[in-house]
């Protein structure tokens, strides 16, 4: 990717304030949100310009990160900017109400589209992964994904210990403390459980220490079991990290007679070259091995990865509840090892958020331009006033105010749906209105943005993990996430974006973003209403379509026209 550009070694951050660098706010604010995504507060690895999940970068390379910058400080209020895979390579007229960037990262033909030609090209120079947010230029750190592992732990909770105490007294064992697996420790404390995770990277440990994602580290395995099964004996929230290879902890936990309560993982195993580490090697030896022999690092990684779900099997048949968390471990390992019982525990889709999608609730996350966190707060407030009646997402704003550290451009997370209101206004769009009316009203200070995971309701095709196990078996139908793009650019979101892989890794996912910029103004507020009815809408149709009778209820209740859904 070449050496940092000097721009990026001088800002380390998105710029901040009321003052533009660039010819109007969607511009600039493309600008600041690519840059936040390398600020070293939010990205995992900013000097290979990597934000998270492997290697999700956010540009190509460091002149095409400074190529970028510059076309957004040139870009009209009537241009639209392409950037393929991370590199920009055209601009065109278009009009004030197109998008102004449209973004397509790591797509490959389909039978082209594997790891091996990927990279192929990449080391060619001619592709990029993207990853989901960060290709995107979406990714506000940890703190983008805390409330949807709170979500999935909390229905877990409900589902298996319908006691209403959440995960009190019980155990959560996990791996991988990066970019997004580090808020797992979090997520598990906030439902009062108590979280053992283990990471092979020292580094990646001590930053969520650091952040207080992680509460402490313990010196070994033995220390970290002692300390977490006293925690659940008394009903404490408690999570320890442990420094080892998440395949060794579970064969270690197993050969004691150690059951915790829930399993899961999220390791970037999607990627088995560059995500996923090998037992037998420390992070360094490991590094080595990949850029001497590829292929031995690959034969290694996968070896490990059948030992891990082979470890996360026998606790589930010793009485965990185990679970996929959305890195592909199950794929790789039938796909790869010809492992027959892979897919024998669920992933976490089906098994807890499909019912949120089809009611086109998903991860809505803001971010306030000005850097200022009042500005944020003064969101928090908005949802309270807007939404009295949902005592969860009260809860969830509140836990997130007292523990969620901001991490570069202050930013909040919270799922909302559709549920229509009696204006025909979404719970989205009321939203977003209300945050503009309040941009317009200076009560917040600069510009916000309002843009999403690319794991929503309406926009991925992806079979082992939004779209495993559909109703109807259209989970690798990949004509919705397309139909999402397209109708969010006719819509005039302000970026939208395509990429192939992201979470999942290369051939095993298509999913789409978009972002909207809240500037006060009447073409802000017009283009909010309308993004943010079809973007949840197309949650709606896809799961109606699919024959979910939630998403028939919630397309009846919200008038959501289906043309061939039924009475
Ligand atoms: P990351 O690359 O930032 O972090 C992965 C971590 O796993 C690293 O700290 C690495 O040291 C550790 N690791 C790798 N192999 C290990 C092993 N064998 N034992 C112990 N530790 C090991 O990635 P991330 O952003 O945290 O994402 C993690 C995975 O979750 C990815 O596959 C990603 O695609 C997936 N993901 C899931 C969701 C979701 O909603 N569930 C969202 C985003 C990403």
Same mark, same amino acid.
């Given at each position: 990717?070449?050496?940092?550009?000097?721009?990026?070694?001088?800002?380390?951050?998105?710029?901040?304030?009321?003052?533009?660098?660039?010819?109007?706010?969607?511009?600039?604010?493309?600008?600041?949100?690519?840059?936040?995504?390398?600020?070293?507060?939010?990205?995992?690895?900013?000097?290979?310009?990597?934000?998270?999940?492997?290697?999700?970068?956010?540009?190509?390379?460091?002149?095409?990160?400074?190529?970028?910058?510059?076309?957004?400080?040139?870009?009209?209020?009537?241009?639209?900017?392409?950037?393929?895979?991370?590199?920009?390579?055209?601009?065109?007229?278009?009009?004030?109400?197109?998008?102004?960037? *449209?973004?397509?990262?790591?797509?490959?033909?389909?039978?082209?589209?594997?790891?091996?030609?990927?990279?192929?090209?990449?080391?060619?120079? *001619?592709?990029?992964?993207?990853?989901?947010?960060?290709?995107?230029?979406?990714?506000?750190?940890?703190?983008?994904?805390?409330?949807?592992?709170?979500?999935?732990?909390?229905?877990?909770?409900?589902?298996?210990?319908?006691?209403?105490?959440?995960?009190?007294?019980?155990?959560?064992?996990?791996?991988?403390?990066?970019?997004?697996?580090?808020?797992?420790?979090? =997520?598990?404390?906030?439902?009062?459980?108590?979280?053992?995770?283990?990471?092979? %990277?020292?580094?990646?440990?001590?930053? @969520?220490?650091?952040?207080?994602?992680?509460?402490?580290?313990?010196?070994?395995?033995?220390?970290?079991?002692?300390?977490?099964?006293?925690? =659940?004996?008394?009903?404490?929230?408690?999570?320890?990290?442990?420094?080892?290879?998440?395949?060794?902890?579970?064969?270690?936990?197993?050969?004691?007679?150690?059951?915790?309560?829930?399993?899961?993982?999220?390791?970037?195993?999607?990627?088995?070259?560059?995500?996923?580490?090998?037992?037998?090697?420390?992070?360094?030896? =490991?590094?080595?091995?990949?850029?001497?022999?590829?292929?031995?690092?690959?034969?290694?990684?996968?070896?490990?990865?059948?030992?891990?779900?082979?470890?996360?099997?026998?606790?589930?048949?010793?009485?965990?509840?185990?679970?996929?968390?959305?890195?592909?471990?199950?794929?790789?390992?039938?796909?790869?090892?010809?492992?027959?019982?892979?897919?024998?525990?669920?992933?976490?889709?089906?098994?807890?958020?499909?019912?949120?999608?089809?009611?086109?609730?998903?991860?809505?996350?803001?971010?306030?331009?000005?850097?200022?966190?009042?500005?944020?707060?003064?969101?928090?407030?908005?949802?309270?006033?807007?939404?009295?009646?949902?005592?969860?997402?009260?809860?969830?704003?509140?836990?997130?105010?007292?523990?969620?550290?901001?991490?570069?451009?202050?930013?909040?997370?919270?799922?909302?749906?559709?549920?229509?209101?009696?204006?025909?206004?979404?719970?989205?769009?009321?939203?977003?209105?209300?945050?503009?009316?309040?941009?317009?009203?200076?009560?917040?200070?600069?510009?916000?943005?309002?843009?999403? %995971?690319?794991?929503?309701?309406?926009?991925?095709?992806?079979?082992?993990?939004?779209?495993?196990?559909? @109703?109807?078996?259209?989970?690798?139908?990949?004509?919705?996430?397309?139909?999402?793009?397209?109708?969010?650019?006719?819509?005039?979101?302000?970026? $939208?974006?395509?990429?192939?892989?992201?979470?999942?890794?290369?051939?095993?996912?298509?999913?789409?973003?978009?972002?909207?910029?809240? %500037?006060?103004?009447?073409?802000?507020?017009?283009?909010?209403?309308?993004?943010?009815?079809? %973007?949840?809408?197309?949650?709606?149709?896809?799961?109606?379509?699919?024959?979910?009778?939630?998403?028939?209820?919630?397309?009846?209740?919200?008038? $959501?026209?289906?043309?061939?859904?039924?009475?």
């Amino acid at each position: 990717v070449g050496e940092p550009s000097e721009q990026w070694l001088e800002y380390q951050g998105a710029n901040t304030g009321a003052s533009l660098e660039c010819r109007g706010w969607r511009q600039e604010a493309a600008l600041r949100m690519l840059n936040n995504n390398l600020d070293p507060e939010v990205a995992e690895d900013p000097e290979s310009l990597v934000v998270y999940g492997g290697t999700g970068r956010a540009a190509r390379s460091w002149d095409a990160y400074e190529g970028i910058c510059a076309q957004l400080r040139d870009l009209g209020d009537e241009e639209t900017l392409l950037v393929q895979s991370g590199k920009p390579v055209g601009r065109f007229e278009t009009h004030e109400r197109a998008p102004r960037v *449209l973004i397509a990262n790591s797509n490959l033909v389909g039978r082209w589209d594997d790891w091996e030609h990927f990279h192929e090209l990449e080391s060619k120079g *001619l592709i990029m992964y993207g990853q989901m947010t960060a290709g995107s230029w979406a990714y506000i750190g940890t703190q983008g994904i805390i409330q949807g592992t709170y979500e999935t732990l909390a229905e877990l909770a409900r589902q298996h210990f319908p006691d209403n105490r959440g995960l009190e007294g019980k155990i959560v064992v996990t791996a991988g403390l990066g970019g997004m697996g580090g808020a797992q420790p979090l =997520a598990v404390t906030m439902n009062h459980g108590v979280c053992i995770a283990a990471d092979v %990277d020292e580094r990646r440990i001590e930053r @969520r220490l650091e952040t207080e994602y992680c509460q402490e580290r313990a010196p070994d395995l033995e220390t970290a079991i002692e300390r977490a099964t006293a925690a =659940a004996e008394s009903g404490e929230a408690y999570s320890v990290a442990v420094h080892m290879n998440a395949a060794d902890m579970l064969e270690a936990m197993n050969e004691r007679g150690f059951v915790p309560d829930v399993i899961t993982d999220q390791t970037s195993a999607h990627d088995e070259l560059e995500g996923y580490y090998p037992s037998g090697y420390t992070v360094e030896e =490991a590094d080595a091995l990949r850029d001497r022999d590829p292929e031995a690092y690959v034969e290694a990684s996968l070896e490990t990865m059948e030992r891990h779900v082979d470890g996360i099997l026998a606790m589930q048949e010793a009485g965990a509840i185990a679970f996929e968390y959305g890195n592909n471990i199950r794929g790789q390992v039938a796909d790869h090892r010809d492992h027959e019982r892979a897919f024998d525990f669920p992933g976490f889709v089906p098994a807890y958020i499909r019912p949120l999608f089809c009611a086109g609730k998903g991860p809505f996350r803001w971010v306030a331009l000005s850097g200022d966190p009042a500005d944020i707060h003064r969101t928090d407030d908005a949802v309270r006033e807007l939404f009295p009646e949902k005592d969860h997402l009260r809860r969830w704003i509140d836990l997130a105010q007292e523990q969620v550290a901001f991490q570069g451009l202050p930013s909040r997370v919270c799922w909302l749906g559709f549920s229509r209101d009696d204006d025909g206004l979404t719970e989205r769009a009321r939203f977003a209105l209300r945050i503009n009316e309040l941009v317009a009203d200076g009560e917040i200070s600069a510009p916000v943005v309002v843009t999403r %995971d690319h794991l929503d309701a309406g926009s991925v095709a992806s079979p082992n993990r939004e779209t495993e196990a559909m @109703r109807d078996g259209s989970d690798a139908v990949a004509d919705w996430p397309i139909l999402n793009a397209l109708l969010n650019t006719a819509a005039g979101a302000d970026i $939208v974006s395509v990429h192939d892989g992201g979470g999942v890794g290369i051939g095993n996912s298509l999913h789409t973003n978009n972002h909207i910029v809240l %500037d006060g103004t009447d073409l802000a507020a017009e283009k909010a209403r309308r993004v943010f009815t079809t %973007d949840p809408g197309m949650g709606v149709i896809r799961h109606a379509d699919a024959g979910y009778d939630e998403a028939l209820e919630e397309a009846w209740d919200s008038d $959501v026209t289906i043309p061939m859904g039924g009475d």
